[in-house]
Antibody, heavy 121, light 103 residues
């Protein structure tokens, strides 16, 4: 069974930093493209970042470019999101999501349970 | 950037109703469109991918159609478990969501 388990969320002051983690199991993580998707309270889904299976290709939403860094450790079956210079508008539940790949239509076929990040003073 | 627009934003329906949600793309996306269901406090769950392919384990009352710029998600007979918010997605862009409420 595919499992994605996020951690690392919490309350942080504006301008602060936080590192999210997502541990994967039940599939070959090193072969899978991965994403972070977030959802602000009461709002819709917003894609945040993508990383290819090797880590060689990385993309970010304009709203986080220059502040967030996605990375992965295939030996540890883990995905990370380093979030710096946090703003109130970054407050959201952050999900890691597996990408089904371009051949399958590039959709998110498995999601973690999410971790809540609150940016407030 | 491609924009995805869903309609309606909210839909009130009864158990047993046939429900249709529409998603329009600002330019052609071929058949590269997925639909998700999300319940409060839970992660989204994929229902349909490549516009009309049913994800494994998803009930057959869910179906998707369309190509190019206009797509539909249909629930043939709404069940109590189906009251939720539905999103379309293409690439890195999601629609704004459609909340299906009890009438």
């Amino acid at each position: 069974e595919v499992q994605l388990v996020e951690s690392g969320g919490g309350l942080v002051q504006p301008g602060g930093s936080l590192r999210l983690s997502c541990v994967a199991s039940g599939f070959t993580f090193s072969h899978s493209e991965m994403n972070w998707v977030r959802q602000a309270p009461g709002k819709g889904l917003e894609w945040v970042s993508y990383i290819s299976s090797s880590g060689g290709s990385i993309y970010y939403a304009d709203s986080v470019k220059g502040r967030f860094t996605i990375s992965r450790d295939n030996a540890k079956n883990s995905l990370y999101l380093q979030m710096n210079s946090l703003r109130a508008e970054d407050t959201a539940v952050y999900y890691c999501a597996r990408d089904a790949g371009a051949a399958a239509g590039s959709y998110f076929d498995s999601w973690g349970q999410g971790t809540l990040v609150t940016v407030s003073s | 950037d491609i924009q995805m627009t869903q309609s309606p934003s909210t839909l009130s329906a009864s158990v047993g109703d046939r429900v249709t949600i529409t998603c329009r793309a600002s330019q052609s996306v071929s058949n590269r469109l997925a639909w998700y269901q999300q319940k409060p406090g839970k992660a989204p769950k994929v229902l349909i991918y490549k516009a009309s392919s049913l994800e494994s384990g998803v009930p057959s009352r869910f179906s998707g159609s369309g190509s190019g710029t206009e797509f539909t998600l249909t629930i043939s007979s709404l069940q109590p478990d189906d009251f939720a918010t539905y999103y379309c997605q293409r690439g890195v862009t999601f629609g704004q969501g459609t909340k299906v409420e009890i009438k």
